[in-house]
């Protein structure tokens, strides 16, 4: 079973800077996709970014991009320039090509000081 | 567009009671799923519908019932409420498998 994990319960930033939020995976798959999801105290879930496995660049959007390390299993999260607005849950997914669940991690909660 | 939309927003049940929770989404989407959220936890699948009349097991099915005679609407049913079931239920959509999957706002349920 693929499993999805992330050792950083809570991370904080200073506004403006740039925080980077782990995750690492777990699968024998080689065709999969991989998601970070914002959820801010409203418990709304957001996509953040998506990563196909197939793809060797990384994905980006906007402020966010991510560091996919396929043969390490490992898909990190940065977000530069933070600001207040990103202070959230954010949890990692996957999710198999032939699957329909996504797998979610433990989720990493982000502060932003001002 | 309303996108996703879940009712009720909160919900306590005592322990034996049955309720429904009523998930409807807007865009069209074949794909429906619920999902289960305990605290400091993130999401685990419970059912999901891949169409009207179509519906398959998640990782955790057990104590939940679903149907889907529609492509709007997927409730969710609980019978025989246990405290184990208080979570936080989200429900979303997806154009299909390898879409984005849209979520609802989501429903507190306490069973005490």
């Known amino acids: 079973a693929q499993t999805v994990t992330q050792s950083q319960p809570e991370m904080s930033v200073q506004e403006a800077e740039t925080v980077t939020l782990s995750c690492t995976y777990d699968?024998?798959?080689?065709?999969?996709?991989l998601f970070w999801y914002k959820q801010p105290p409203s418990r709304q879930m957001i996509l953040v970014i998506r990563?196909?496995?197939?793809?060797?660049q990384n994905a980006t959007e906007n402020r966010f991009s991510v560091n996919f390390q396929k043969a390490a299993k490992s898909f990190s999260l940065k977000i530069s320039d933070s600001q207040l607005g990103d202070a959230a849950m954010y949890f990692c997914?996957?999710?198999?090509?032939?699957?329909?669940?996504?797998?979610f991690g433990q989720g990493t909660r982000l502060t932003i000081n001002p | 567009n309303a996108g996703v939309t879940q009712t009720p927003k909160f919900r306590i049940l005592k322990i034996g009671q049955s309720m429904t929770l009523q998930c409807t989404q807007d865009?069209?989407?074949?794909?429906m799923y619920w999902y289960r959220q305990d605290p400091g936890m993130g999401l685990k699948l419970i059912y999901y519908?891949?169409?009207?009349?179509?519906?398959d097991k998640g990782e955790v099915p057990n104590g939940y019932n679903v149907s889907r005679s529609t492509t709007e609407d997927f409730p969710l049913r609980l019978e025989l409420a246990a405290p184990s079931q208080t979570s936080v239920y989200f429900c979303?959509?997806?154009?299909?498998?390898?879409?984005?999957?849209?979520f609802g706002p989501g429903t507190r349920l306490t069973v005490t």
């Open positions: 979303a959509s997806s154009h299909g498998p390898l879409y984005e999957q849209y």
């Open positions: 699968t024998s798959e080689s065709d999969y996709y």
């Open positions: 990563q196909e496995a197939y793809k060797q």
């Open positions: 997914a996957y999710r198999s090509s032939g699957a329909q669940k996504l797998v």
């Open positions: 865009m069209n989407h074949n794909y």
């Open positions: 519908s891949v169409g009207a009349g179509i519906t």
